[in-house]
């Protein structure tokens, strides 16, 4: 057998070339489907880039960074993340749509043995929307540093806070499972619609009611070259502090901007004149998230008077 020894020049132009050939033999071609006893399901990855507000950026596999813009595709070992005052939103293959708020950061993984995408979520919070489907097995996960949430269809939020992940269920159902290799059976805690968990690495998991969403009761507006708008709701019994989101369509995938207040008002500045949804709900003494109350609103930013 012969052996081909390449001289450090004829190496460097060969080297495009056997980087393109490695990358082809390594990457896996996905059929556009998963065959899974008849159930339809499409693959789920890769993910594309929805809606965009603020900057954020795409982590390939290696970590390395580029800007993310709408239409970029996050395949499978690759992330987001989204700076101080951005939003995004993933819209998987299967349906499924997972909303990232400011300083929040993701990797997308599918597991192998049922090709359930999993989202890690690595900094920050994300808010999914989860296709139902007519089964009893998780077909989307959450992965946190506590343990894994899996979802059988619903809508629900989840951050990281210190030393554990906290979780609220608005539709559906969530199982939080500390231990991932064993049966999602065994060891788990089911969230209903309404409720909400403090997954910690140890203790027991109770889950418990959230609050009510709160009533928008006025707004008004201040004059100058950066509006103010700003947004009253009636308190919330046992509330320790608001927020407030708008966007620019129902389903909130499009957020533009949100606020947080310890007072049931909240204010924003830079929006323009227009039709907004806006969402708000309300925070337990635990941190907790409640229920979420949404209104349509026209927004007509007062001008500057001339004098």
Known sequence: MSTMILSPNRLRHALPSLLMLA????????????????LCRPQPLPAVVQHLSGEAWKLDVRGKTSPLVEGMTIDEQEGVK????AFVSLLLRDGSRVVLPSESQVRLHLETKLSIPQ?????GQAEAYVIKRATGVDRFQIVTPVGVLGVRGTHFRVRNDDEQSVLEVLDGKVAANREPGKP???????VDARHGLLFKKQGDLKPVELLAAPQLIGQDGQKGDAPVWSLYVRPVPGAQRYRAQVATDK????????????????????LKAS?????????????????????????????????
Do not use: C, W
């Open 23 to 38: 990358a082809g033999v390594s990457a896996k071609a996905r059929p556009p489907y998963i065959d899974d006893h008849l």
């Open 82 to 85: 989204t700076s101080a005052s």
């Open 275 to 307: 039709f907004y949804h806006v969402r708000l709900s309300a925070y337990d003494e635990q941190g907790l998230e409640g229920e979420t109350g949404v209104y349509d609103i026209f927004y007509y930013p007062p001008t500057t008077q001339v004098r």
């Open 119 to 123: 989202v890690v979520l690595e900094q």
């Open 184 to 190: 999602t059976t065994e060891g788990e805690v089911k």
């Open 251 to 270: 389903a909130f995938m499009n957020i533009k901007q949100q606020n947080f207040s310890s007072a049931p008002k909240m204010s924003f500045t830079g």
